[in-house]
């Protein structure tokens, strides 16, 4: 099993900036890639952002590309979404998933184990 727990959600108005951090516990060798997603009121959870654990490679949602950065420090086993330009449409929960089973990386199917999540609301 691997737990996560999210951190660094808050209020923030458009054009500010967060950091998310996401910590795993448990059995984190077997992660093979941990992800971002969002949840807005009404909505179905949507891919934001994933990195691989080994090599790094990164992949975003076309909305957030360019203004949403993930990192991963494997030594403390935390992965990070910094968030940069931040609009009122990014208002959600955000949730940190991690793959322990090579899924699709994009994909909510892809993912065995889910954080509790963080709320992040940003006023216009």
């Known amino acids: 099993q691997v737990q996560l727990v999210e951190s660094g959600g808050g209020l923030v108005q458009a054009g500010g900036s967060l950091r998310l951090s996401c910590a795993a516990s448990?059995?984190?060798?077997?992660?093979?890639?941990m992800g971002w997603f969002r949840q807005a009121p009404g909505k179905e959870r949507e891919f934001v952002s994933a990195?691989?654990?080994?090599?790094?490679?990164?992949y975003y949602a076309d909305s957030v590309k360019g203004r949403f950065t993930i990192s991963r420090d494997n030594a403390k086993n935390t992965v990070y979404l910094q968030m940069n330009s931040l609009k009122p449409e990014d208002t959600a929960v955000y949730y940190c998933a991690a793959d322990a089973s090579r899924g699709i990386t994009t994909s909510i199917k892809g993912y065995d184990y889910w954080g509790q999540g963080t709320q992040v609301t940003v006023s216009s």
């Open positions: 448990g059995r984190t060798f077997s992660i093979y890639a």
């Open positions: 990195i691989l654990r080994s090599g790094g490679s990164t």
